[in-house]
């Protein structure tokens, strides 16, 4: 039976530590009114955390009569997380301290030698990242890994990942915390794009919203009351495979996706290669669409209408306040401008529709978002269930920066 004091303990430390998470730098006695604590116990949890050196003063109040209260905020490089976003080209790794700022990143091709090979490859990088920039890796906690794929619990596999060899076949997080001797964690990286889109830009305002991906594949992260949506195998949100535009009964539509065959990349160079008898990039078809090239609008327009019609059978099952659309292909506000029309056509209520504000690094910010609450809930819970620590973001303005 669990020790009903050491429970209340943890209870009290957590809240303490929300407290100055969120509204730091902050005095004790805010902190105290705060959480409904005696301002006694919150002196004594503070100290401890300074003496272990969590916590700092940084000044004092102003503009009080009287004495002015010391204020205290988290030591932002007390610790730190891993936030890796493995791609079938590139892998990058950025790590982040306890306030979410970016103090390192690194992107690296990633290496063609699949399964174990890549492991090692993120592990090493994550270590030369600390490295680089004179920061002990005892420091690194918590590290999350967004794959284009999804994670088999039981396993440790990932699947549908086909530009990534060998990672269907071994226990990927296992074998990546073995390598690191920290908690790994595993998601989906459009699962991450859309925690990140949420914690960067929506908290509060918007708690409801679906991140769509276009680009080499199609893919949703759906957050729902500020939770993210995975279904019962970790596969909600692959609307790739949505039963429209190509044939959904022939085979090759269970290996790529109905709706990837006429909307993604590989299915706008091809369709633009029927038209003219050339083979072009896809930002070549949208630079001949700037031009005036006609079968590049009508190209562009047709992978338009099938998203519109993708986002409309979202808006019809999920009704999110917004959807965030991003990936190589997405985030292009040429398409945008053909969407929004499109919906309006086959849909009898607006959707709002927005353009990623994180452009590649979403996925990043999204592991980082999870990093960070895994991390202060270990470090100051005690794994205390249902406990939970919002962690604010940093300014979107200061995190560009970072990563730029």
Request: glycine fraction near 12%; include cysteine.
């Amino acid at each position: 039976m669990a020790d009903p004091t050491n429970i209340s303990r943890r209870m009290t430390l957590s809240s303490v530590v929300q407290a100055i998470t969120s509204y730091g730098p902050i005095s004790r006695a805010s902190v105290a009114k705060m959480t409904g604590l005696s301002k006694q116990t919150v002196s004594e949890i503070v100290s401890s955390l300074e003496n272990d050196g969590w916590v700092q003063t940084v000044g004092r109040t102003e503009g009080n009569v009287g004495r002015r209260a010391v204020v205290y905020e988290i030591v932002p490089d007390a610790a730190l997380v891993a936030s890796v976003d493995l791609g079938g080209t590139k892998v990058r790794v950025a790590l982040c301290n306890l306030s979410g700022a970016v103090v390192a990143e690194i992107t690296e091709p990633t290496t063609q030698g699949g399964g174990a090979a890549v492991v090692d490859q993120i592990g090493k990088i994550i270590i030369d990242a600390a490295t680089r920039h004179g920061i002990g890796s005892e420091k690194i906690r918590v590290a999350v890994v967004g794959v284009p794929g999804v994670l088999d619990s039981r396993t440790g596999h990932i699947n549908l990942a086909p530009n990534i060899n060998g990672i269907d076949s071994i226990d990927f997080p296992a074998l990546l915390q073995a390598r690191l001797g920290i908690e790994v964690l595993v998601e989906n990286d459009v699962n991450l794009a859309a925690l990140g889109e949420h914690w960067m830009t929506h908290r509060g305002d918007k708690d409801d919203l679906v991140f769509l991906s276009i680009g080499t594949g199609i893919g949703a992260g759906i957050v729902i009351g500020g939770q993210l949506v995975r279904g019962s195998t970790g596969g909600a949100g692959e609307i790739g495979y949505l039963p429209f535009g190509a044939d959904p009964y022939e085979e090759e539509s269970l290996t790529v996706g109905a709706l990837e065959r006429v909307a993604a990349t590989s299915a706008i160079i091809h369709h633009y290669l029927e038209l003219t008898g050339k083979r072009r990039s896809v930002p070549e078809i949208f630079e001949a669409l700037v031009t005036g090239d006609t079968e590049a609008t009508q190209v562009l327009q047709e992978a338009a209408g099938y998203i519109a019609r993708a986002i409309a059978a979202i808006a019809a099952v999920v009704d999110p306040a917004c959807v965030v659309i991003g990936g190589s292909i997405g985030a292009r506000e040429e398409l945008i401008k053909m969407i929004e029309p499109e919906i309006n056509r086959c849909f009898p209520r607006p959707i709002p529709v927005e353009v990623s504000v994180l452009g590649n690094h979403a996925a990043l910010v999204g592991g980082a978002s999870i990093a960070l609450s895994r991390l202060h809930i270990a470090l100051f819970s005690g794994g205390l269930p249902g406990a939970q620590i919002v962690v604010p973001p940093p300014l979107l303005e200061n995190y560009q920066e970072n990563v730029a």
